[in-house]
């Protein structure tokens, strides 16, 4: 008997929005007409850079910092703020200083010209953010996550596990 050279291919239904009228809103709808959210990233971002700068940032600290760096980046590949592909790359270059610094260091300490760099990438995120409608936003977050699940993404390891994998920090431990 001949066998099937196609094998049969799983039945996938397709996805329902469930809330179509919330949806095409969204989709019209700039972040900054949600002054709440907007402002509350805003705050949590503000809050994370002021530790920074203080010298009392923690591993939360920075992943909000990261995290508000990966959204400006992806927000940049859907093509807002194009020309500002400078700020992208000193606030990426200033938080993997930071970062590999606080190896050796066993905390976040910040220079001076990595000061500005992350002051104008915070800048360029609220700008982004103003002009972006909700649907871009959530995109371009669904976008870094996709990048750092397919290892696309630069990434910035876990500082921690590095610090305690080092022989010097062992044996201060």
Known sequence: MPTNKKPRKKYRPKQVTKNPMAWAISGVTTMASDRSAMLAQQVLNSDALAALCQGRATKSDMDVLIHMHNAVEALWQAGFGKEYSEILI?????????????????????????????DDLLELYDAQTEVATMRDVARADA?????????????????????LAMPHAREAA
């Open 90 to 118: 000193r606030g990426k270059a200033a938080l993997l200083d930071v970062c590999s610094r606080s190896v050796d260091l066993g905390r976040y300490v910040l220079r001076a010209e990595e000061r500005q760099a992350l």
């Open 143 to 163: 976008k870094a996550w996709s990048d750092i699940a397919t290892k696309k993404a630069t990434v910035i390891k876990d500082v921690e596990k590095l610090r």
